[in-house]
């Protein structure tokens, strides 16, 4: 082999090197971005099936198939910069100052000149650049592996419910904690609750499911409010009889024995089952013989009715309308004229001031009258100023024929200006001037 050969082979191999640096730096620079796009599509992937327990090994296929299309597509994009042999020493002998002779070997047109001791192509890698989406896609992968994720870990995660199912929740423990309804209604109110529960994640705030939520929400606040309503008719009807009953006709009288037993006949047929002990005791009580009782039976009685009717009202819907007449005050004798009462004797002035009566209060609502203001500084286009009723002024005077030319009307503005006199220098300044 001679020295031309050894030569020619020599720059033909740096050739290749430099055609292989560019067409591979081409290369990577398109395969970057979409190695960005997979990491995360493939971590994304990992984490959806490690919460769901899907084994991970069946998942291989589908990586490498992916990673080698990732491969292709960012092969297919480079390609059009890539570059061959011939550009590559061209960029040599540039590099080189070697004034196109090796071009000029390549043609066969002149000999290889000699291969200096260090041949540089003015190309180098940036490794930096080029490990930072790598690595930060194998960071996406390896975090998504490690993460301490698992189906019982998810599982034990409190799924956020809606407030009214927690409302309802502390209801009903409530009231059962303080002994008001049964364990049975708590548990058939619970059970509709359940009903609710039931239904898959995605569908606790649908439409449907709220709706139903504040349906049974309402009912259920309805019905704790009317049983702490009836509980306070009722322990007011035994204040009255036991302190006031003494003082009270028998018309009053009557009324309380009324209201009692329909407060009872109220709690034993309500939705929510009233606690047997103190139904019990209220089924047994004869408000017409209160002495049968001591005093301090009839106050314990009447202090459990008090109390679990102002727990049952915190629960209400309302805590009373103005003027409704309920109230912790309204018995006799705390404060007379105070409190509204029901007009008996040593009942109070009657009912409050704010209800309905057969009193009628003239507020002038039914007088109409003027407005007038004679401010016009803000008044704008389209305002109405006035408004008067009237008829057009007619004037009825009778006139007879009157001789062409006898007129004393002279007119007005321009009419009169054309019916005066004028001199020839008047008419031609005129003339002059409205051509």
Not at 85 to 99: D, I, K, Y
Not at 335 to 341: L, V
């Amino acid at each position: 082999m001679n020295a031309d050969t050894t030569t020619f082979s020599h720059w033909h191999r740096l050739a290749r090197r430099t055609v292989w640096k560019v067409n591979l730096g081409w290369w990577w620079q398109c395969l970057t971005p979409w190695l960005m796009a997979g990491g995360l599509i493939a971590a994304v992937v990992i984490l959806w099936a490690r919460t769901q327990g899907h084994p991970l090994s069946f998942m291989w296929p589908a990586w490498l198939a992916g990673l080698g299309a990732l491969f292709i597509i960012g092969y297919v994009q480079a390609r059009r910069h890539f570059i061959g042999q011939n550009q590559a020493l061209v960029r040599l002998e540039s590099r080189h100052h070697l004034h196109n002779a090796l071009t000029m070997a390549q043609l066969g047109r002149g000999d290889w000149p000699p291969v200096p001791a260090a041949v540089k192509d003015g190309l180098a890698w940036r490794w930096m650049h080029l490990s930072g989406p790598l690595a930060a896609s194998l960071g996406c992968l390896l975090l998504a592996w490690h993460i301490p994720i698992t189906p019982e870990a998810v599982a034990a995660i409190a799924s956020v419910e809606p407030q009214s199912w927690q409302q309802m929740d502390d209801w009903l423990e409530k009231l059962q904690e303080e002994k008001i309804i049964t364990p049975e209604s708590s548990a058939e109110q619970q059970a509709k609750l359940d009903a609710l529960r039931q239904q898959p994640n995605e569908k606790w705030f649908s439409h449907e499911s709220l709706n139903a939520s504040d349906t049974l929400k309402e009912q259920l606040q309805r019905e704790i409010a009317n049983m702490g309503r009836q509980m306070s008719d009722a322990e007011r009807s035994l204040n009255a009889l036991q302190n006031y009953g003494d003082k009270l006709s028998e018309a009053a009288k009557e009324q309380m024995l009324q209201e009692f037993d329909q407060a009872v006949a109220e709690l034993r047929s309500g939705t929510l089952e009233m606690d047997p002990k103190l139904m019990q005791e209220l089924s047994q009580l004869d408000p017409k013989n209160l002495k049968s009782l001591s005093q301090e039976q009839l106050n314990q009685l009447r202090e459990s009715l008090k109390n679990k009717g102002g727990t049952c009202d915190g629960f209400g819907e309302n805590k009373g309308f103005v003027g409704d007449g309920r109230g912790e005050s309204e018995m006799p004798g705390e404060g007379p004229g105070q409190k509204p009462g029901k007009g008996g004797a040593d009942r109070g002035p009657g009912t409050a001031p704010l209800t309905l009566s057969k009193e009628v209060n003239d507020f002038g609502a039914g007088k109409n009258e003027g407005i007038d203001n004679q401010d016009l500084s803000r008044a704008q286009i389209g305002s109405m100023l006035g408004l008067q009723d009237g008829k057009h002024q007619v004037d009825k005077t009778s006139t007879g024929p009157t001789a062409a030319g006898a007129t004393s009307y002279q007119g007005q503005g321009g009419q009169q200006i054309w019916r005066e006199s004028l001199s020839p220098e008047e008419k031609a300044v005129l003339k002059r001037v409205f051509k």
